[in-house]
DNA sequence: TAGATTGTTAATCGATTAACAATC
DNA sequence: TAGATTGTTAATCGATTAACAATC
């Protein structure tokens, strides 16, 4: 009855290994956790941990079949089992997730977007309709949504995070750059540019820094020789 | 001498903390770590570590200086500090973060796309000129780019990463669904979307799951009532 | 068989949370 | 002063890594 529920840790690398297997030639066969973690940068027990708990196992000696491996991943994160979006804010990153054609290989399909602007509705993004808001709710319930993607500038985000709770989506997929406020009951995942632009930047400038003292120290040695 | 780097999980919390801490109204003076926390749904001393390390504190009893507390997280964050980035593949993820205003506002400027394809060189994109790829190279050194920012499609990626390298960037910041191979002294960052959705639509099974069991569970007690 | 590799149990590490003393 | 709040030290928790037994 042990509901241990995998780590959100675990599950981000689950589709890495899936990436790995799917890029190695077809001849291979077998493939190692040894060797997955090696081209990943990762730690062999983490990897064998990760694929325990998401596959039906390896052999000692051999590793696991790579072709049988790929579909327990597959299977695991459900990519057969399609899940039905709707995005609102049709600029230029809506556009971008609309037309990506990777979420439809992932079980995600976007069924159509939606945006406040008039000169927006009616066209087609991709081949997926651009709707006026009012018929979200509506949209919804047909196409039995379960997902609802915000793409709107962060000032009109909090707005159309009430609206998607009110159609009655169960999990909202945000990119604007700010916390919204949702019920308990519905999950919602910020995407958070900014906070993975901070990490970046800082990094950055960590090392410039450490060179510079690198450097330095170099230059004061060559100054006591 | 202690060179105690701050976690990559802090530094992606600084950015939330500047969020709530401007979008506060104008009249509010002080704020303290204990409402912070509870707006953004944290544990207040993790709020107080974190702008322990990335301000000059607060007073017991009143809390910490709004404003002041901003001008610190933005110094800590090097808003000040501009970075400059190029941008390969001007499809439409590169649109969207070409025209991305926030980027500006928090140190970052891309300062031109670039694309293979030549029907889009000598556009313009909100202001940012579309580049020859034969012009990477020297844009980067001329302009002392440190930033590559990759939103090509998967199987170019690798190719533009080494050509990124070449051009001399320190730091790569890759939106393409892929592991880039990189030398160590550049600074890869992965934003993988499909790790992001993994976790997405696998909380959101999960929740349906037990809801389904919890449904079928009262209607097991039904029939025993 | 010997050696490579899996999967698990134990140890380590780092981050979060709790307890508490300091202070305005 | 009393109470709210900070900042720090100690305890807990979870994830990673190391050690090792099982096995093909």
Chains 1, 2 share one sequence.
């Not at 290994?17 to 956790?33: D, F, I, Q, T, W």
């Not at 998401?54 to 000692?60: C, L, T, V």
């Not at 037309?99 to 439809?104: H, I, K």
């Not at 993607?149 to 985000?157: F, L, Q, R």
């Amino acid at each position: 009855m042990e509901k241990r529920a995998i780590s959100n840790r675990t599950l981000k690398r689950l589709p890495l290994y899936l990436g790995y297997l799917k890029g190695m030639p077809e001849g291979e066969v077998n493939v190692s956790a040894t060797s997955i973690a090696e081209r990943l940068g990762l730690n062999e027990v983490q990897v064998r941990k990760d694929l325990a708990l998401a596959s039906s196992g390896g052999r000692p000696k051999v590793g696991y079949v790579r072709r049988a491996l790929i579909e327990d991943l597959e299977k695991f994160l459900r990519y057969d089992a399609l899940d039905r979006a709707v995005l609102v804010g049709t600029g230029y990153l809506g556009h971008a997730l609309l037309c990506y054609q990777g979420f439809a290989r992932r079980g995600l399909e976007i069924v159509a977007g939606f945006d406040a602007d008039p000169a927006h509705h009616g066209r087609e993004i991709c081949g997926k309709p651009v709707l006026k808001m009012d018929q979200l709710a509506d949209t919804c319930e047909r196409m039995q949504v379960r997902i609802g993607i915000i793409t709107v500038p962060d000032y009109a985000a909090q707005q159309v995070c009430d609206q998607l709770v009110e159609a009655g989506v169960l999990a909202i997929w945000n990119f604007a750059p700010i916390r919204l406020n949702a019920p308990e009951r519905v999950l919602v995942q910020n995407e958070g540019i900014e906070s993975s632009l901070a990490v970046l930047s800082t990094r950055l400038a960590e090392r410039l820094e450490a060179e510079v003292v690198a450097k330095t120290d170099r230059a004061a040695e060559e100054g006591n020789a």
